[in-house]
């Protein structure tokens, strides 16, 4: 079966390019000596650290033995899809139908765009002016008979037998010619490393030599991977990757309004935004989708811009990104630094998404926590958007610090944000079971030992004494210390001079517990066991 004609857009070093594109990559020049680490290995290198001896799969020790103003980054997989996605969106436009492999190489059928373009040559040089373009001049576009061809095409040399390149980036092989093209090639080129290290133990060091093979024994050999490989090796239209599978061209989510005169009142605004909130979510059900999270930008007639992201505990619905809006409109006009006379134009564009399906009520009724999501985001809607909400459990070292408050809106972005901290670490911080009690502001104590004397922490950060008594603001309690914690000290800004701080437990002979702070010579209640 004869594989049918493909064109492979190829970006050499794409994760280098996307790092140069990134937006923390100010400074960084193209003709510079990098490379881009994972694990300590190379995985990609400019051309520069590439002429000094550098290659991918290295070491990194090794990579800066060879070249010692090698500059070395760690590799983002995430900014390598999030930079390629543009592109990709701008070869769609060009050619429709195209797979992306991986970032930094595309694969489409060459049949459409060689009709229009009135051949294969032509179609390759359209890509590659597209490629220009884009600021990718090192593209190259190899045409060949299936993907795999295609994209070993692409790698080779204009001077390699059997291609032919009739401009600058373009590598063609003529149709029927890819079997005596991928001859020569080496095993490993259409194989893992494990499957080529097999056959090249067996003396199957090319792939002209693999494909020699008879197909029935390579699949009763090697299996299912062995034979796709060995269809890959033969430019058969059954091997796996020969067949090109175009992705489904990504929609755009996000919507906007602009408003010839600008409006300067929250109540206004969201009112003009009603249909702009109906269309986005209207969008997003089309797709079977549901918003967890999104961003608003809002953009005054001076040009400045106010963004903010907003989540939502279930998913927004029309009316709540109504609200959203009315909430920052209504905190962007009490900034003084705000400038303009109001907003020109609102862009609503979704963060976090998922499958409706997954948000669908469940065998069981769920109207219980129903009414309550609509009655608290009702209240939340008249008092504003920090008007309602619940505790989460934050980082630090002291309890009244761990507490912080999460608007009933925003829960899932805060709540992770106070995990994030919550981790630590908190040198001195409570370990254990924390008071049932914690007060908003300590309440001043005093320890005594037998004698009614205070009890003090000494310069071995020890209590002075055997505590006996304890008092709480005006209330001395009748029941005696029956055991304490040996004091842990709290230090925090000691550079400053800040002065440090020491907690205890006690516990009453009748069971009652305290958590009590001492600093400067002072005693504070911090919270209680009930």
């Known amino acids: 079966m004869t594989a049918e004609r493909t064109?492979?857009?190829?970006?050499?070093?794409?994760?280098?390019?996307?790092?140069?594109?990134?937006?923390?990559?100010?400074?960084?020049?193209?003709?510079?000596?990098?490379?881009?680490?994972?694990?300590?290995?190379?995985?990609?290198?400019?051309?520069?650290?590439?002429?000094?001896?550098?290659?991918?799969?290295?070491?990194?020790r090794e990579a800066q033995t060879r070249c010692p103003e090698l500059a070395v980054y760690p590799h983002h997989p995430e900014t390598d899809e999030r930079r390629f996605a543009p592109i990709a969106a701008a070869l769609e436009q060009l050619v429709p139908g195209v797979e992306v492999v991986r970032p930094g190489l595309c694969a489409m059928r060459a049949r459409g765009p060689s009709r229009y373009y009135g051949g294969e040559v032509p179609a390759g040089a359209a890509v590659l002016r597209l490629a220009d373009e884009l600021g990718l001049p090192d593209t190259r576009v190899g045409i060949a008979d299936g993907r795999f061809t295609a994209e070993q095409v692409a790698r080779s040399a204009s001077t390699d037998p059997g291609i032919s390149a009739p401009a600058e980036g373009?590598?063609?092989?003529?149709?029927?010619?890819?079997?005596?093209?991928?001859?020569?090639?080496?095993?490993?080129?259409?194989?893992?490393?494990?499957?080529a290290e097999t056959l090249q133990g067996l003396g199957i060091r090319t792939l002209g030599a693999f494909a020699a093979l008879p197909e029935d024994a390579v699949r009763q050999r090697f299996g299912p991977q062995g034979l796709a490989a060995h269809r890959r090796a033969s430019a058969s239209g059954a091997g796996h990757g020969a067949e090109v599978r175009p992705r489904q061209p990504v929609r755009e989510l996000s919507v906007e309004l602009?408003?010839?005169?600008?409006?300067d009142a929250a109540d206004h605004l969201a009112f003009a935004c009603s249909a702009l909130a109906e269309r986005f979510i209207g969008g997003l059900t089309e797709d079977r989708l549901v918003c967890t999270a999104l961003r608003v930008e809002l953009t005054d007639d001076v040009g400045a811009q106010h963004e903010r992201e907003w989540a939502h505990p279930r998913h927004f619905t029309a009316a709540d990104t109504v609200g959203r809006i009315r909430w920052q409109a209504a905190a962007t006009a009490q900034q003084t630094e705000r400038g303009g006379a109001g907003v020109t134009r609102v862009r609503i564009t979704p963060v976090q998404t998922d499958h409706v399906a997954a948000h669908e009520p469940g065998l069981w009724s769920t109207e219980p926590d129903e009414r309550v999501h609509h009655h608290l985001s009702r209240a939340q809607s008249r008092l504003g958007h920090t008007g309602v909400g619940t505790v989460a459990l934050a980082g630090g070292r002291l309890l009244s610090d761990r507490q912080r408050f999460v608007p009933w809106s925003t829960t899932r972005v805060e709540r992770a944000h106070a995990r994030a901290s919550a981790s630590g670490p908190w040198p001195g911080a409570l370990?254990?079971?924390a008071p049932s009690s914690v007060f908003p502001e300590v309440i001043p104590a005093a320890l005594l030992d037998t004698s009614g004397a205070p009890v003090n922490i000494d310069a071995d950060d020890l209590l002075s004494a055997d505590p006996a008594r304890l008092r709480v603001a005006a209330t001395e309690f009748d029941a005696p210390v029956a055991a304490w914690s040996p004091p842990w000290a709290v230090r925090e800004r000691w550079w400053e001079g800040a002065p440090a701080r020491f907690r205890v437990q006690v516990q009453l002979a009748d069971g009652d517990a305290w958590l009590l702070i001492f600093s400067t010579g002072v005693w504070a209640a911090e919270g209680r066991y009930d």
């Open 431 to 433: 370990t254990g079971p």
């Open 7 to 60: 064109l492979v857009f190829w970006v050499p070093d794409w994760p280098v390019h996307a790092l140069l594109r990134d937006d923390g990559a100010d400074g960084l020049s193209p003709d510079a000596p990098l490379a881009l680490i994972a694990n300590r290995v190379v995985i990609a290198c400019s051309a520069a650290a590439r002429r000094e001896g550098v290659r991918t799969g290295l070491r990194e």
């Open 170 to 195: 373009l590598r063609i092989v003529e149709p029927g010619a890819s079997p005596a093209f991928l001859s020569p090639l080496p095993v490993a080129r259409a194989m893992d490393a494990r499957l």
């Open 258 to 263: 602009s408003f010839d005169t600008p409006i």
